[in-house]
């Protein structure tokens, strides 16, 4: 009995007694604090992608709305994504306008059905956002997106989109109007990718087509799309979309390289005092080129009302098989162009795009050129006493819409195109909501003079520095 009173005023059970309570009171603080910050809703996103936390650029939007939104996920209870769910969440967090709650489909399958379109049902998973006047349904494969890996034949999470997704969604549903985009076909034109569709629908547009061969511009159109055809306008074609712009027009123009000249389609851009260039361009700067290709440009973004919000975020457009946009010296005195996107000064003309040869020949015509550009004219119709505002933004990449493209440098492409869609209707630059991406989901890209000097570095480089450190120890040592 002597002995364990006497344990019990050692020194050694002294310390250990004081350490099991520290280590007491310390699991009830983190209880408490745990406790404190559930009922205050306080939470700290620790993930390094901040997979649970909104962009700076959705956070503004909601604390903008002036109108009720309402946000329902369709997860069977129980199954909720809690990373979804939790980012729907902080919707409401930044917003009193915003309300999010479940919807379990299989117990209300009537609410989901109100919001289903025949020929497309709405899936467990997909999220729904209802505005003052109408809805917009975000399905549950557009909230990852997936791409197949050759090297292991499976289909790899390249990134989670339910950010974008919804926050263009909000957009949408509390916009007044949507802006129409007739794409003009008749010609042969290339087709849209479907992703790039969704792009523009996300965005806030609704893209339909015209044949302007048999059809007018119709009187609900915001603005025209036009791609480089297989063959030439006819004359009733060119008349329409000249006149069309010359009223407050507003187009796009997504042109390319072709041997053959339209000159139709050449004479309409002519009358606005520009001209797609007759000569494919190769770049002779490898910190402007991709995978050593001197037709896959990597240029430069040109500061303007378009290009600011995508140079900020360090965007670098991809551009393959590219023209230049020249601008004409015989023009309107008020027609102004201004460049978007430009090579380096590297870079040079050819006519034969077989030959691509990296040095030039003296047939080469110099560079730098103006890869895309903006066109605005304004004039006085006299005899109605009324301004008229034409706008144009002129691209020479048709393969800018390409879907493999775009994503191979981080979707800079098409925020270009939307960017430029908002510039032609006097809007605001779109805002770039980003996808929170996986760890290590993406692959890296990086230039051709980037690789080169990774190559040197760590084959030349290193090598030579470690031998040389080698040699001198053992000249040290030799001597010692």
Do not use: C
Not at 81 to 99: N, P
Not at 280 to 304: A, K, Q, R, T, W
Not at 381 to 396: D, E, H, K, L, P
């Amino acid at each position: 009995m002597n002995r364990m009173l006497q344990s019990f005023k050692d020194k050694r059970f002294r310390y250990g007694s004081f350490s099991t309570v520290m280590v007491i009171v310390a699991v009830a603080l983190f209880m408490l604090v745990n406790v404190v910050a559930g009922q205050l809703n306080v939470t700290r996103d620790l993930t390094r992608e901040q997979l649970f936390s909104l962009s700076q650029g959705s956070i503004d939007i909601a604390q903008g709305l002036e109108a009720d939104v309402r946000i329902y996920s369709l997860w069977p209870t129980g199954q909720e994504h809690f990373m979804f769910q939790r980012l729907l969440e902080e919707y409401a967090t930044h917003s009193h306008r915003i309300a999010v709650s479940n919807r379990d489909p299989v117990l209300h399958p009537q609410f989901v059905e109100q919001f289903a379109q025949p020929d497309e049902p709405i899936a467990a998973g997909s999220i729904i956002v209802v505005g003052p006047n109408r809805h917009r349904v975000v399905h549950a494969a557009d909230l990852t997106t997936t791409q197949f890996d050759f090297n292991t034949w499976q289909n790899r999470l390249i990134s989670f989109d339910i950010e974008p997704q919804v926050t263009n969604a909000i957009n949408f549903v509390v916009a007044e109007d949507t802006p129409v985009i007739y794409r003009v076909t008749g010609n042969n034109e290339f087709d849209l990718p479907s992703a790039f569709i969704q792009e523009i629908e996300m965005a806030g547009y609704e893209i339909r087509e015209v044949n302007l061969l048999a059809n007018e511009v119709p009187e609900d159109a915001d603005m025209l799309l036009i791609t480089l055809p297989e063959r030439d306008w006819s004359e009733e074609q060119a008349n329409r979309i000249e006149d069309y712009l010359r009223n407050d027009g507003r187009a796009m123009f997504i042109l390319g390289y072709r041997p053959a000249r339209f000159p139709r389609m050449d004479g309409v851009l002519a009358s606005f005092g520009i001209a797609a260039g007759e000569y494919v361009v190769i770049e002779g700067n490898p910190n402007y080129i991709h995978s050593n290709n001197p037709l896959m440009l990597l240029p430069d973004f040109v500061s303007s009302e378009i290009t600011d919000p995508l140079i900020e975020r360090a965007f670098t457009p991809f551009l393959v098989q590219a023209t230049p946009i020249k601008t004409l010296d015989l023009r309107r005195t008020t027609t102004r162009i201004e460049p978007l996107v430009r090579t380096s000064n590297q870079a040079y003309g050819r006519s034969d795009p077989e030959a691509v040869a990296v040095t030039r020949v003296p047939q080469d015509i110099d560079g730098p050129f103006n890869l895309a550009v903006t066109v605005e004219d304004t004039f006085l119709m006299v005899a109605t006493n009324q301004n008229f505002t034409t706008r144009m933004v002129v691209i020479g990449a048709e393969l800018i819409l390409d879907e493999r493209y775009n994503s191979a440098w981080g979707g800079a492409n098409w925020n270009f195109v939307i960017n430029s869609f908002n510039w032609l209707r006097e809007e605001p630059a779109r805002v770039f909501i980003p996808s929170q991406s996986p760890p290590a989901a993406m692959p890296l890209a990086m230039t051709q003079g980037e690789a080169l000097r990774i190559v040197a570095i760590s084959v030349i480089v290193l090598p030579l520095a470690f031998g040389i450190i080698g040699l001198v120890v053992w000249l040290r040592r030799r001597n010692a």
